[in-house]
């Protein structure tokens, strides 16, 4: 499979480094310098894009792959207020277009779980639920996309609640989700539901970006063939 990889930090590094052990092959890397470099590949050089880049420069790269009827998978986060508009692109152009705000296979399953919790505890409005991130000190994003994933997740479950807020928060209406930027912090995220008589947490640890560029990796490997918009609930099926 030939691969475009646009953005070449660490996320991007793993990603190459883990697609040559599997033998793909890498057409090109698009880095921040040379953005423009984007425009002179096509579809008939390229299989598949992932992009990691950032928040401002997603959006531009993913309708540029769209238009040129590349399948970009997007890991970037911190974009989805433009999501509407990408996926009116991508239904005009009969696109591929794969995102996810967190690869991880754990992550995931972190996902379904969280939403199974939260439909148990809303029956029990004693447990105040609030969510925290921890991550790098190099994160542009806050919160994380991941923590927006399952802040959406609670309060699908929780129809009292108007929102989330950036930071604690002692209102019933509004979920709290708590960011913290600490050294080299791969991520962490917590669901904490806590009673005045006891507390008990969901927690999940990345212990390296491994993880996350293997399923980058595995939903590249699944898009290409494919049109639409699609996320880690279709390619693990949960």
């Not at 894009?49 to 309708?63: C, M, R, Y």
């Not at 639920?129 to 609670?154: R, W």
């Amino acid at each position: 499979m030939r691969i475009l990889l646009i953005g070449y930090g660490k996320m991007g590094q793993t990603i190459e480094r883990l697609a040559l052990a599997k033998g793909h092959s890498i057409v090109g890397t698009i880095t921040a310098e040379k953005a423009e470099d984007l425009a002179s590949f096509t579809a008939e050089q390229v299989d598949v894009a992932i992009e990691f880049t950032s928040p401002d420069a997603a959006v531009p790269n993913i309708l540029t792959c769209l238009e040129k009827r590349i399948p970009v998978v997007v890991g970037t986060t911190g974009w989805l207020n433009h999501l509407d508009q990408v996926k009116q692109q991508c239904t005009q152009a009969n696109g591929s277009l794969f995102y996810a705000s967190n690869f991880s296979v754990g992550v995931n399953l972190f996902f379904h779980f969280n939403e199974y919790v939260a439909q148990k505890m809303q029956q029990y409005p004693e447990f105040a639920v609030a969510v925290k991130e921890i991550h790098h000190v190099h994160k542009l994003d806050q919160p994380s996309g991941t923590a927006l994933s399952i802040a959406d997740g609670i309060l699908k479950h929780y129809p009292q609640k108007q929102g989330w807020i950036n930071g604690p928060t002692t209102e019933p209406e509004l979920l709290g989700v708590e960011s913290e930027r600490e050294g080299e912090v791969v991520g962490t995220h917590i669901v904490q539901y806590t009673s005045e008589n006891d507390t008990f947490e969901l927690q999940h640890i990345a212990h390296n970006r491994e993880g996350f560029a293997a399923g980058a990796l595995l939903a590249a490997e699944w898009l290409p063939g494919r049109q639409g918009v699609f996320g880690m609930t279709d390619l693990l099926q949960l």
